[in-house]
């Protein structure tokens, strides 16, 4: 842990939020039933993430539109990207997984890495407050932004963008199957515009998943 520690640059006061963000939900329903996971704190992880990066974003680029601004930000926040901010640390290397993950990868799955990722931020916020949670976020997306390190293309952001040319149109995002063992899940959304189908999609995270989706229905439309 004081290795992790050294590598992120925060002491943790309470080491409890450290262990529960390191810990997968399949090492706790494997063998301590009564240990917490990181999905909560992954939550909340991801609503502190947004905020930094939003803020961060808005003050760095004051004359860019909103429209390239989201584009950015989910680049920044995508699962790729955080997936690899999360092997600079080898966070991998510290999780607690269960037998099944640990046999088949998991500690270098993008969307564990993902959710483990935002557990941290979430667990640095819980621990240290906002400032804390700030610094450590901001030293991976200064540096992905500085590289342009931004690639990723957003089939959501480029999508929302075309409906919204028409205020009367809605666009929203349905869950409609899981797959698989927990170790190597896949989810299906699908993409309605009002309260029609338009794309479908799967992934190994929601996110993800939301994302073909998008494609699939920008494919369709010939974009």
Do not use: W
Request: charged share 25%.
């Amino acid at each position: 842990m004081k290795d992790l520690e050294m590598k992120i640059g925060y002491k943790f006061n309470n080491k409890d939020y450290l262990m529960e963000a390191l810990t997968h939900s399949s090492f706790a329903n494997e063998r301590h039933k009564n240990l917490n996971c990181n999905e909560r704190l992954e939550f909340l992880g991801d609503a502190v993430l947004s905020i930094i990066s939003a803020d961060f974003l808005f003050h760095k680029y004051p004359d860019m539109p909103e429209g390239q601004l989201s584009k950015l930000r989910s680049s920044l926040v995508c699962t790729d990207s955080l997936s690899k901010f999360a092997r600079e640390i080898h966070l991998g290397d510290y999780l607690f997984l269960g037998k099944g993950e640990t046999n088949t990868g998991g500690a270098d799955r993008p969307s564990i890495l993902e959710n483990a990722f935002e557990a941290l931020i979430a667990a640095i916020y819980l621990d240290g407050g906002m400032k804390c949670a700030e610094q450590f976020v901001l030293s991976f997306l200064t540096k992905a932004v500085e590289n342009h390190d931004v690639s990723f293309k957003d089939y959501k952001t480029i999508l929302q963008e075309i409906i919204q040319q028409n205020p009367s149109e809605n666009v929203n995002y349905v869950l409609v199957g899981e797959s698989g063992p927990d170790h190597d899940k896949v989810f299906e959304v699908e993409v309605h515009l009002n309260s029609n189908v338009i794309g479908k999609g799967k992934g190994k995270s929601k996110k993800s998943a939301e994302q073909a989706a998008a494609k699939e229905a920008l494919d369709l439309m010939g974009i």
